[in-house]
């Protein structure tokens, strides 16, 4: 068994597992920090933005100056974003049979793998994680194809001219195989390639290993995957919440009895509680519009933004922002809201009760209709007509480099009555704010990440026990930040394995047994003996038959009638040799006893010597040795048939058989 | 006994006795209890039990009934014992051979009624009682009781467990006192049988391997020690010390926190010339694990007189933890005895990385012990304050994360603590405890900081961020003043102006404890430093009143009500007005509040109106005194519709806060004390009497005299009776009935009476007024409402007619059910 590690990102993971003859792909993250190294695309034209000088190396080269910008002290590269995929080299990703998605933020690199590797496999995942998924990659395609950008760097990726570069862009990993944005014409290609599941159902891959998603509490239609053999289990955690937040709550029982347990999307910041972080999220939204200040808060549009409108739906009467206005602007904003509404199987209970009241789960859907709440396309268009100020805006991207986002940080970045709010945690708030420096705005971090954090997993590990955990690198030891919180990685006995990208793990256990059925009628004609309490056996002859992965013992065919014909004798060359079958023996020999057994039968003069294996009985008179060991007995007489009968006989008297 | 209650009794009894009439309420029993004991506290048991034959029958009933209830049986025992408590009652009831029957083996004691834990407490109390005077002693020698009570002692029910060792001290402290006991020697061998067997009986529990019945002897030791003053006490602790010390050669000790409990009894009690004990005190905090040490360690360090060897050492137990966790997040090896003589030691180290309870356990027991004895005048001296500051800060830091420790010991403990509430609440609270000292300047630094750090953490709970709050106001407040200048010094000034704006994002927290503590906070140092430059300064600067004024509207009402006060402070020191526009903000202010006192559905923000209003009153709050007149009016207007007894209750108090304006304060704050009083001169007084009437003030005060709720009455009985004495003395030349609609106001005051408050009073001519105040009998009112609600209903009479008529009624309710 054996884990192919393509992505280096922990809660981005990229995995596949060969597991019995299956190939199975864990996940297929995109890890989008390598966007941070760009420019924002702006909406507007940016007069800022456009007019940035080109950078120089030290000794006054220019030749880069059209690819790379310097702003506010930083270096970026001026063209289309690009993202870092899974790595492609490690394994031939055409052989993989399928992959399993988690959630829906674990499957941006879909198209990259199934449009362009030779994917011939299947996609398994659930409906809600396939639909918010294509809203994510729906609204992706959308912010970057909506800023074409006429040129494409990619002088500044050769390895020798890489290596001048300043800070992060020298030390970018990979670049040589950074993609620009997938279309949406592949996305739909890739999304066709999925087979919808519901959890704790079982699919059967090729008879040999079941796969069956349970949820993980996450978010919805998030799941963890069981992938099982007859006698092995894998259990594939990615994240999981045990806070009660919108969708159902983690199940835990299942993983339990796993021989290894594959553990990946903790949460990010494991010293931030999301509590708290909410808490501090109303705290600083309300002060800053209480003074007249606009708030944005750049994220993704599906998450956590259904729980953080549902805090504010709580919080906005009692903090007096009744009138403050809410937007959310994402080109899939209206889907969103609609599907959290309609998922209602996949929502936690409470949310579930409210569906058969009737009510909407989400109180979102009263926000939008008391117009506290207002959700467009884009800035473009009515919410122009609509804009009132101080308010509170919600846009992606989270890592502020395309989007609406951009436009709202231009707008507002000069004024310190405003406040941007980081709640999305995939970004470093400060990278992300690089390009916008200097900055009059307040910058609040708030990461709310409801990712079990470490000692959630700690409680989890004791209660499901695996043999073995496997978990990336960066879970087995403190942030480097913070070396003495050696509360802050995972502690398991035996330790856990860690890989990191573009690592092959040998999974630490054996496959020792293999399930194989007996057909009724052949069952029927064993005949079982009891040889101590509680066991019996019985011999078998059968013919074994494996197709699919199954193996099924079959009656042997009835043994062909003696013809001379060599034709038929070509027919019987498979049917295995029937002759008459001696008992098999079972027991052992009590040497004591059978010295006395060999004395009573008249032989005199007997000798016993202890060896390494077992004993040897010396007939001095006779010239002949008996030589038992646990698993055979020999009698070595010089040629006397007469009496090496008589001494089995002997011996057999001891032994069962059957 | 009044003749009434004897003719009910017979009744009462046949009812008590009867098992188809089940008495409903067990309260009555008590209360019958009670007034037996009242009874036969005032005069003779026996005089009583021979005018009501039928107690005696009761008992004798009591004994002979199979099926009574529990409660009756328990009830009986204990009435036995409160008649038998008289040594002549006793030989009486002796005589039937009553007392054997209840309390002997015959009793219930062998019966199935002993079964009920409520027979066994009664048989206790009963006995409790009953032993007062030697024949009692040769009673309960005679009936083996002593043994019974020692079985109890082991009872599953815990009250009769614990009711059974106070009864054995009882009975040993009875037969230990009398004439002889002086003379008593420690070696025992003429103590009374009973107390030998009693000593006995805790000896072989003391060397007993089960430590429940180490337990057991422990406590009754513990409680022989607290209770009995006798010089036997002495004896017995002499006689029992050695088995005490021979406990603490067992590992681990057993029963330690009884053995604490009981060495502190003794340590109380015992002359402090008694080496012997202040060894095994030594020797127990030697034995003890850290956890169970820090007890005793207090306990010893609160004694008055204690060897100075034995405080040093249990002071440092309870600095123990402390050094170790200061030893554990040292960044180098620090200078050596940092508490000194307490180094942390293995055992307590191991302790603290043992499991995450034990270590919270030992550092919040630590903490909160140390906090104790800060203030107290015995606190061992030198107190190691630097230490200590600094030990508090590393564990506030150790739970924040933000220390860094290198050590292993250090890491390990990081961990363990990071995040843990409990740790942070004792440690804060701790913290602010230490205020009272003073610190290097470094340290009072750090302190700052990590209240500040404390204070911004989006990590810290509610709780938590209320126990920083007031640990930072006690800082703030003990901070020194710039020597030559009112003004605040550097170091305070600066926090301020960090700490102003996480208080205004605390103050838009939602959570509404955060919000209420904030509010709390800024009232606080607001009252302290409203008139220093600098607070003032800052806080205008900020943008703090005005958040605080927003929140008047807050959805939760204690954020309402702290809201009010806070901006009732913040108003009284001229803190809420804007710059531009001073007054045009007041005014509203002072609207808004009024709009609460008659709007609000809650009643603590409206309370909270009122205590700033009467505040406002007393201080001369510019806006107030501008037209107070006005203002009183409105406010009782409002006050006097208010549902809720508090409010009118302060209402009285502002009225009484513009009496005094008017017409001088009161001689004393008794209430009783107007005896003396001091008449305001006849023009003055005239005019206030005006003023009074047209605010409206006597209709209030008159409506408050005949409110529902007690302390609203006894208050405006009070108001009156000071303005009587300042408005009418006796002897005064004016004269009742001056007035030509008094008898109409007096007619109306008589409905008001009877509880019809419909009608207004109408409008009060000062004279009428007068009259009034002379004609209600408002010493007479003061009597009656001194007596409790219930002063009618108590009445043993009452009870015997309310127990009987119950039986009557229990029946008419079942009916009903069908």
């Known amino acids: 068994m054996k884990l192919y590690c393509l992505s280096g990102h922990p809660t981005l993971p990229c995995n596949v597992l060969k597991f019995k003859s299956t190939t199975i792909m864990l996940d297929c993250g995109l890890d989008m920090t390598s966007t941070l190294n760009f420019l924002p695309l702006p909406l507007v034209q940016s007069p800022r933005l456009s007019n940035l000088p080109g950078w120089s190396l030290k000794d006054g080269n220019a030749f880069l100056d059209k690819e790379l910008k310097e702003c506010s002290g930083h270096v970026f590269v001026d063209s289309v974003p690009e993202f870092c995929l899974p790595e ?146 894998v259990s594939y955690v990615s994240g999981s919440s045990l806070l009660t937040t919108h969708p159902q709550p983690m199940d835990q029982a299942s993983l339990k009895n796993s021989d290894v347990l594959i553990l990946t999307g903790l949460t990010q910041i494991p010293t931030a509680n999301p509590d708290s972080m909410v808490g501090e999220f109303c705290s600083n939204l309300s002060q800053t519009v209480r003074n007249g200040g606009n708030v944005l808060v750049p994220c993704y549009p599906s998450g956590v933004i259904y729980d953080l409108l549902e805090c504010l739906y709580q919080y906005i009467d009692s903090a007096g922002l009744s009138s403050i206005p809410f937007y959310f602007i994402s080109p899939v904003a209206n889907s969103s809201l609609e599907f959290s509404q309609i998922f209602a199987e996949w929502l936690c209970h409470n949310k579930q009760t409210k ?241 006395q057994t060999l004395e009573k039968h008249g032989f005199s003069d007997i000798k016993v010597e202890d060896t390494a294996k077992g004993h040897i009985v010396l007939l001095q008179e006779a010239e002949t040795l008996i030589q038992i060991e646990e698993d055979s007995t020999h009698i070595i007489c010089d040629n006397d048939e007469m009496l090496r009968v008589r001494l089995r006989d002997l011996v057999l008297k001891f032994l069962q058989k059957f | 006994m009044d003749p009434e209650c004897s003719r009910l009794l017979p009744a009462l009894c046949a009812v008590l006795a009867d098992p188809r009439q089940p008495v409903a309420d067990d309260t009555c029993l008590e209360k019958l209890l009670d007034w037996f004991t009242a009874v036969t506290e005032a005069g003779s048991s026996l005089l009583l039990l021979q005018e009501n034959p039928c107690l005696v029958e009761l008992l004798f009933h009591v004994l002979k009934s199979q099926d009574l209830s529990s409660r009756i049986l328990s009830f009986s025992l204990r009435l036995a014992g409160i008649f038998a408590a008289q040594e002549n009652c006793f030989q009486y009831l002796q005589q039937g051979e009553l007392l054997p029957m209840l309390f002997g083996e015959v009793g219930p004691l062998g019966g199935a009624a002993w079964t009920a834990p409520a027979v066994r407490s009664g048989w206790i109390q009963g006995l409790r009682t009953l032993a007062q005077h030697p024949s009692a002693l040769h009673f309960l020698a005679a009936c083996g009781a002593v043994d019974t009570i020692f079985s109890l002692q082991g009872d599953p029910s815990l009250f009769v467990a614990s009711a059974a060792g106070q009864l054995l001290v009882h009975i040993l402290d009875l037969a230990m006192r009398g004439p002889a006991e002086g003379r008593r020697s420690p070696q025992a061998c003429d103590w009374p049988a009973c107390a030998q067997k009693i000593v006995g009986h805790i000896e072989d529990s003391l060397c007993s391997t089960a430590i429940p019945q180490v337990t057991q002897a422990l406590s009754v030791l513990t409680t022989a020690f ?111 005895g940092l508490l000194e003589g307490a180094a942390g030691d293995s055992m307590t180290v191991d302790t603290l990385l043992s499991s995450k309870s034990a270590c919270v356990g030992l550092l919040c027991c630590a903490l909160a012990h140390l906090g104790l004895l800060q203030p107290l005048p015995q606190r061992p001296s030198p107190w190691p304050q630097a230490p200590l500051l600094g030990a508090a800060v590393t564990i506030l830091r150790l739970c924040s994360g933000s220390a860094a420790p290198t050590s292993d010991v250090g890491g390990r403990l990081c961990a363990i603590l990071v995040g843990c509430g409990r740790v942070q609440r004792a440690a804060l609270d701790f913290l602010g405890a230490l205020s009272q000292g003073t610190g290097p300047q470094e340290l009072v630094t750090q302190v700052f900081s990590v209240l500040l750090e404390y204070l911004v953490s989006p990590e810290s709970s509610s709780m938590v961020l209320k126990k920083a709050f007031q640990a930072t106001l006690r800082w703030l407040l003990s901070s020194p003043k710039t020597p030559g200048c009112c003004d605040l010094d550097p170091h305070t000034q600066l926090f301020l102006t960090e700490l102003l704006p996480v208080l205004q994002k605390r103050l838009c927290s939602p959570c509404w404890e955060v919000r209420d503590s904030g509010l709390e906070f800024l009232t606080q140092m607001t009252r302290h430093w409203g008139g220093q430059a600098g607070f003032r300064q800052a806080l205008l600067a900020s943008e703090v009143p005005e958040l605080t004024k927003q929140l008047l509207r807050d959805p939760e009402s204690y954020v ?133 009437c047209r605010v409206q003030l006597f209709e209030f005060a008159f409506r408050a005299l005949f409110d529902c709720d007690r302390p609203v009455a006894q208050k405006s009985c009070d108001l009156l009776l000071f303005l009587r004495a300042k408005a009418a003395p006796c002897g005064s030349p004016q004269e009742a009935g001056d007035s030509p609609n008094v008898a109409s106001v007096e007619a109306t005051l008589q409905r008001w009476q009877a509880g019809e408050q419909g009608q207004p009073l109408g409008y009060l001519e000062p004279g009428a007024v007068v009259a009034l105040l002379r004609s209600v009998d408002l010493e007479g009112l003061r009597d009656t409402l001194a007596e409790s609600s219930d002063h009618v209903e108590k009445s043993p009479q009452s009870l015997l007619q309310d127990m009987l008529a119950a039986v009557g009624v229990l029946g008419e309710n079942e009916a009903d059910c069908y």
């Not at chain 1, 941006?108 to 011939?120: C, D």
């Open chain 1, 355 to 595: 569906v058969y009241l009737p009510e909407p789960p989400f109180p979102h859907a009263e926000l939008i209709q008391t117009n506290k709440l207002k959700h467009y396309p884009s800035i473009h268009g009515d919410f122009s007509n609509d804009f009132r100020q101080p308010c509170v805006v919600f846009t992606g991207h989270p890592s502020l480099r395309f989007g609406d986002v951009v436009h709202f940080m231009e707008l507002w970045g000069k004024s310190s009555l405003n406040t941007v709010i980081f709640t999305e945690p995939d970004f470093s708030y400060l990278e992300a704010l690089a390009p916008y420096q200097p900055l009059a705005m307040k910058c609040i971090y708030c990461p709310i990440d409801t990712r079990l954090n470490f000692i959630q997993v700690s409680k989890l590990l004791k209660e499901v026990q695996p043999l073995h955990v496997v978990c990336p690198e960066q879970y087995t030891q403190p942030p480097p930040a913070q070396s003495h919180r050696i509360d802050l990685m995972i502690d398991c006995q035996p330790p856990a394995m860690s890989y990191r990208r573009a690592e092959v793990l040998a999974l630490p256990f054996k496959r020792r047994y293999e399930k194989i059925e007996i057909m009724p009628e052949l069952a029927d004609s064993l005949v079982p003996m009891e040889i101590k309490p509680g066991v019996s056996l019985a011999t078998v002859s059968a013919v074994l038959h494996t197709k699919d992965n199954k193996h099924i013992l079959q009656p042997p065919p009835r043994p062909a009638q003696p013809t001379g014909g060599k034709k038929r004798k070509r027919a019987s060359d498979d049917i295995p040799d029937c002759k008459v079958l001696k008992p098999l023996l079972s027991g052992s020999i009590p040497v004591e006893q059978f010295v």
């Open chain 2, 560 to 692: 309402r009500a702290s809201a009010v006060t806070a901006t009732g402070q913040l108003s009284s020191w001229g803190l809420c007005a804007s710059p531009e526009c001073p007054g045009a903000q007041q005014e509203s202010l002072l609207v808004e509040l009024l709009h609460i006192l008659s709007t609000d559905s809650e009643g603590f923000p409206r309370r909270a109106v009122m205590q700033v209003f009467t505040e406002w009153l007393r201080d001369g709050h510019a806006d107030v005194a501008e037209d107070a007149e006005r203002f009183v009016a409105g406010v009782l207007q409002a006050a006097s519709r208010d549902l809720d007894w508090e409010v009118r209750a302060q209402g009285l108090e502002l009225a009484l806060v513009f009496l005094e304006q008017l017409l001088g304060q009161r001689g004393s704050h008794c209430p009783y004390a107007v005896a003396l009083p001091e008449t305001a001169p006849p023009g003055v007084l005239a005019q206030a009497l005006q003023v009074l």
């Open chain 1, 88 to 233: 492609t080299e490690l394994i031939d990703l055409s052989t993989v049979d399928v992959i399993l998605i988690s959630n829906y933020h674990c499957m941006m690199a879909l198209p990259y793998i199934t449009e362009h590797t030779g994917f011939t496999g299947t996609v398994y995942a659930t409906e809600p994680s396939v639909q918010i998924g294509r809203l994510l990659m729906e609204e992706l395609v959308n912010f970057i194809e909506r800023v074409p950008k006429a040129q494409s760097a990619s002088l500044w990726k050769n390895k020798d001219i890489q290596r001048l570069l300043p800070s992060p862009l020298k030390d970018a990993v990979e670049v040589s195989t950074w993609r620009r944005c997938y279309t949406m014409q592949e996305v739909n290609s890739a999304l066709s390639k999925i087979q919808l599941v519901g959890y704790s159902q079982k699919i059967e891959l090729f008879g040999a290993v079941q796969v069956t998603p349970l949820s993980s509490g996450y978010a919805l239609g998030s799941s963890n995957w069981i992938i099982q053999s007859h006698y092995e289990k």
């Open chain 2, 226 to 336: 607290g209770h009995c003053h006798g010089l036997w006490t002495q004896g017995l602790w002499v006689r029992l010390s050695p088995l005490v010390a021979r406990l603490l050669e067992k590992d681990p000790v057993p029963a330690s926190h009884s053995l604490v409990d009981l060495l502190l009894s003794v340590a109380r009690s015992a002359p402090s010339s008694d080496r012997g004990l202040w060894e095994t005190l030594a020797q127990t905090l030697s034995h003890l694990s850290p956890t169970q040490a820090g007890p005793l360690a207090l306990g010893i360090l609160k004694l008055q007189d204690c060897p100075q060897a034995l405080r040093t050492q249990a002071f440092g137990i309870l600095l123990q933890p402390l050094a170790c966790v200061l030893e554990a997040a040292a960044q180098a090896p620090g200078p050596p």
